[in-house]
């Protein structure tokens, strides 16, 4: 991670702080979910710096970007990426998303505008409105609350025994990242959210829903669902893995999502060869 970029972009009034593996690739933009940040996707960065461009940003009250009073709504995320992507000129970046920053993507992709190629997202936060309620009353904003007192060793303890499976690595990022999370990131909670069947409907663009099979947000139902409201989604299930898919199956994401954005570049690169200057008028 040394020889990345690490920069940040001004927008909608704020810094964007972003990691970015660099080179004249095609760019993909990672956003990362509640809590996390930019660094959270190393091991998915690792996996397609040698054919892709990725550009990871904190979300805005997360990592290294501006924490704002106020701002932290789904609409305002995605406006960032939207800022972000036309900050450093990304030409139709691919869009992929976690969680929180799945339910970004998506809102930034059923946007249209033509500023993204395609989409991934896993498991996003598509919730339905009693669920939304739920996650509000929950003590996930207090217990990170309490977080913010501890020492990163007593996170990184704690994260361990919770999570077994993740790598000493990912947890020591997850901890870093917890740390710089600030409380008014929590507003993203608060109903209501972005009616996901609307958003996922509205999307125009190749797309590609990952999710695991240990009790994921999506569940293989609600993604047939979606399938039938737009045909451009790709369903793809990970075995042994929950909500956190990027942390629990990294190697088996990234073999899911290098073998998409293979596919999306060798489409454009087709489209490309065959293009005439008279298909600006179609």
């Not at 998303?97 to 970004?104: E, Q, R, V």
């Not at 870093?176 to 909670?189: N, S, Y």
Request: hydrophobic share 40%; glycine share 10%.
């Amino acid at each position: 991670m040394t020889t990345w970029i690490r920069e940040v972009c001004e927008t909608n009034g704020i810094n964007i702080h972003y990691l970015r593996t660099g080179g004249a690739k095609d760019p993909v933009v990672l956003l990362h979910g509640l809590m996390g940040s930019g660094a959270c996707w190393t091991p998915l960065a690792r996996a397609l710096e040698g054919e892709f461009d990725v550009v990871m940003p904190d979300a805005r009250g997360h990592g290294g970007s501006s924490a704002p009073h106020h701002g932290y709504r789904y609409d305002d995320h995605a406006s960032d990426v939207v800022g972000l992507i036309r900050g450093l000129s990304l030409s139709r970046p691919v869009l992929l998303g976690h969680s929180m920053g799945g339910m970004t993507a998506a809102v930034v992709a059923s946007r249209g505008a033509g500023i993204i190629r395609g989409l991934i997202l896993v498991d996003p936060t598509f919730l339905s409105p009693e669920r939304q309620r739920e996650v509000r009353d929950s003590d996930v904003a207090d217990q990170h609350r309490q977080a913010l007192g501890l020492q990163k060793s007593d996170l990184v303890a704690q994260a361990r025994a919770r999570h077994p499976r993740r790598s000493p690595e990912i947890v020591e990022l997850q901890a870093e990242a917890r740390l710089k999370t600030c409380m008014g990131a929590f507003d993203v909670l608060t109903p209501p959210n972005p009616a996901y069947r609307d958003v996922v409907s509205a999307i125009d663009v190749p797309s590609l829903l990952v999710m695991g099979d240990c009790s994921p947000v999506v569940t293989l139902e609600m993604a047939t669902e979606l399938r039938s409201l737009n045909p451009r989604v790709r369903i793809e299930q990970v075995q042994d893995a929950g909500h956190g898919l990027p942390f629990e199956q990294p190697e088996r994401l990234g073999e899911v999502v290098l073998s998409f954005l293979r596919e999306l570049v060798q489409e454009n690169s087709t489209f490309s060869a065959t293009s005439t200057g008279d298909d600006v008028l179609l």
